[in-house]
């Protein structure tokens, strides 16, 4: 399978701690013994301290994003070391640059491209660009929920929903460099039009990748239709 | 002034025509004088054209979208042509080449990016990203209406929406590469996220381009609130 | 063997049709079972109606040139999106390109480099430069007749001529962008300096690719003496 | 006068305060208009941060220094950003490049080259590359001291010294990524080759710069006999 | 004006001495106080002497004109260098670049471009790309003779003569790589499409560039009619 | 096992012979089957012949540095053709690229990369960034003497020495462009911060560089401790 695997910032670059990329390199390392892998690394903290800087200085959002970036590539090129031989060792920056990389049947690690859309974004136009058979999103809670479950303790996974009944929720909150929303439109949209196999799980635990791969019923699973 | 200009490609590459871009040149160059030019140019029917080899092709949309882009690229090397040495002589395949083509103050001219979004997303995310005064859209069209203009003979004209508002209406339009609504999703949370001052004109005739720069009451003004 | 495949931009993108990338990436792609493929791509209709445009802007003919390079890449890059993983997913710029890209084991599809001479030249030089041991020119016609064929009906065939021949045929023809006469002066140079096996063949039809290599008498052939 | 500065990361980002960009902006801006002006641009805590992952992923020294450097860029963009049209708009990734884009007459603003070298040493390299008159290293303490000033209370500041009574100081002091001794080997010894005047001022605060351009008595002078 | 000027390799570089790029240092600093300057330098000796390594290891002419084209940029660099802040700090490799590059305002140097062509036919080219008012071309002789001079002591400079009639004379020589005729084909080729006003001197005295650009009988003239 | 060699330019192009290279090329073929090979270039005569250029026209070290680079380069490129398929066609010009270069499982050939630092110093570099386990040193004498071996008939070889006792003996010489002592500074640090197994061989006679690679007694070992 041709699979893209986007990894939260929050999960992957936890207050400076290695302990994640060394236990994602062993896992992705794994796979790429059977499948095609490409990973979308997003910003985390250091990313979100770095658009402060910018923000404060008032450079408008667009250059808020453009560092958040700039630190996505970092993150990434983290996971390309931890991976050494496993992986191409460079950062596309762009989808054409990741397709062309991957001539090398390699492991692709990437960032973010360019503003305007968040790391989720990415990984949805990467897994159209080269095709993917599966979409994997791996973020620091369970899957989506009917209400926020850090308010509502009777919050419920939900199990599957379709990428249009996803638009709906998505549509109407607010766009900020580094605050973008569990999965922004561009991400839905993309899905949608591509009828993209995505599932949204815990990358807490990386584990959670190989269940996903493996068909094993965990996180919250986006379907065409 | 700063400005950013998207040019149809339906406008400036009519039938394979060079008037248009003769045009273009001739009211760009002049407005460079007092001005900052930067020009998004579509892709038009050539892309169309090619857009629709990729999908017969079954290459999926993100393909669709790059070839799409890569159309757009040579119309804006068209545009440049036409601007000799008032332009600087590179299509920007990215926001930071054109921030730094700027360097050299001269017209910048670029067509698309990335896949999924147009070239007015591009415009929109440039004119964030350069922190343009002013982002004026020229298409086919007066401006926006409040029903289908070509359906209805009632249609009036909008002189004035906000980009919440405007968001609302394109909402749950479909996303197919080559087919972006007028002014797609990303477009216009730019605008709303930036509040960048945004006027829609016809242009079809060039001379508009220089009115709405003029503040003369032309097509519609998307105003931030 | 190693193989340089030039497809006249008249012969793939007819129409702007996507059957004729369709069989050409299947029989290239058989091919590079057994060969290494390096193919270059022309221009055709869309090239000229570009170049036309260039040309009544009055920008000279070396800027007539330089779109017409831009279309025969774009070109390229659709057979590249038809040959999918077999080809490497980059349209190299110049030959230094080509050749570092061959090495991924991939075919290679590229299509003009610079100003001054056709997509036949690249070709020439390509074969020249990779040291293949076949040089095959996929074009609209038979192959070299004694006479216009479309003018004179006792036209024939012309089975085997060397270089040198073929240069006296070709000296004092007129060289315009676009326009460039049945094998261009540089072409001829290459075959000859470098003595390079070149086989002229009908490229209307895909399978004379095949027939070509497998040395069956087709078209016309340049011999070095 | 042409003038190389060089801003300790810890100077410039501590605590990733937006202020100290701001700071150097303005002053950068206005020294610009009397001088041409390269700044380097060090790593400090980030750097630091990220240089503990790569070296509890065991990845080398060599890796070390790089993400190191992927950080100070990072860095020179702030100031990039903070110092706007003033600045051109990309960080040169080695000698070659800063030289390039200073064609523009605008502030150059880079961060480190290569694995091996601090940024200090960056800064002596682009000092003899560019021919400065005038290289300022702006630190974390008030010049160079007889004995360590955090050690000693009777520890008193050189005003100035030779490079090589500089290099007999430095040599056999150990060298590991991210922890260069203040100015490092490869500085002394560039400085001392091309007899580079040479400031070392407290950059905590920016006035400095103007008062060691001024030629005030400060920091610590290194002469070259 | 605009000016392109073709040095060649055996005026610039005799005998690796630097007073040659010192005096076209001098001579091209003041006439681009009043005149756009475009030089391209060729290989001389050096090219020469690493071709013939090329061309014993057996890799065939391509990669021989690819390494003379390597030395040619070296020897363009040197000229750079000579130079200093009158000439933009980097060598183009074609001539899409040396376009770019001349936005700076600034001298353009380049050298050799692509396998198949000398760096005679690279000025014309570039002649063409950047619509230049005169193409001179600085040689070793001190034009064109009716007969080769050093054989025949009654052989007469030739004042002027048509692209036309140039051509004939250059047709049927043989072409090899470091070894291209005064002016190779390719070179009359463009000088005639586009009527390029071209001018060859004696480049062993740099002052009869100045002689040629004010109109002073000197050399060979090339007309288009 | 994965090998860094550094061939000293005076060993592998005097007089501008092609058999260094051939004989190089064969022995690094036949070593490749087995090891995972980087090799770096240096500079020699020509390299001393056109730095002397760069030195007379008064440009300073730094630009001297880069003259020498562009010659390695060329030379690089030279073995690079001996080698074919063999080796990936293009010469890194940093070290991010020889490792970007290598995944496509050739060789690797690259020149120098920066000023301030000889080809010896590029080996050592490129050794800590690859992880090599071993560098070997192919220079124009048999390894380390005691004394001098052109001055004191009783100079003698030296089996092993400690990088720390190596650091002593180079400290204090003095750094010019092209003239860098046996091994500079640079290379000695990173051979001791990261404990590189290192061997100096004469490498006049290729088969040294298999000898020291199968681990016979040859030429001067650098040990850690």
């Known amino acids: 399978m041709r699979i893209v695997a986007a990894i939260g910032g929050s999960i992957i670059i936890k207050d400076y701690n290695y302990k994640k ?6 896992i992705l390392g794994n796979l790429a013994k059977e499948h095609e892998i490409f990973v979308v690394v997003g910003g985390g ?9 910018v923000r404060d200085l008032d450079c408008g959002e667009a250059k808020c994003d453009d560092i958040g970036i700039e630190v996505t590539r970092i993150n990434a090129k983290l996971l390309l070391l931890s991976l050494e031989d496993k992986a191409y060792q460079k950062v596309p920056h762009n989808f054409q640059e990741a397709l062309e990389y991957s001539a090398s049947g390699k492991i692709i690690v990437m960032g973010g491209t360019e503003p305007a859309h968040s790391t989720d974004a990415v990984s949805a136009i990467l897994a159209e660009y080269v095709k993917a058979d599966l979409l994997i999103n791996l973020t620091s809670v369970d899957g989506m929920y009917n209400k926020d479950p850090n308010k509502y303790s009777d919050a419920e996974l939900i199990e599957e929903i379709t990428a249009d009944e996803m638009l709906e929720v998505i549509k109407g909150k607010d766009v900020k460099a580094g605050t973008y929303e569990f999965f922004d439109m561009t991400a839905i949209q993309m899905i949608r039009r591509s ?12 584990e959670n990748l ?3 791969i493996n068909g094993e019923k965990i996180g919250t699973k ?3 239709k």
């Open 21 to 26: 990329f060394q236990e994602y390199a062993e």
């Open 45 to 53: 903290r250091p990313a979100r301290d770095y658009i402060q800087i």
């Open 195 to 206: 009828a993209l196999e995505t599932i949204i799980v815990n990358g807490d635990n990386p």
């Open 210 to 212: 190989v269940k996903a």
């Open 222 to 224: 986006i379907v065409s």
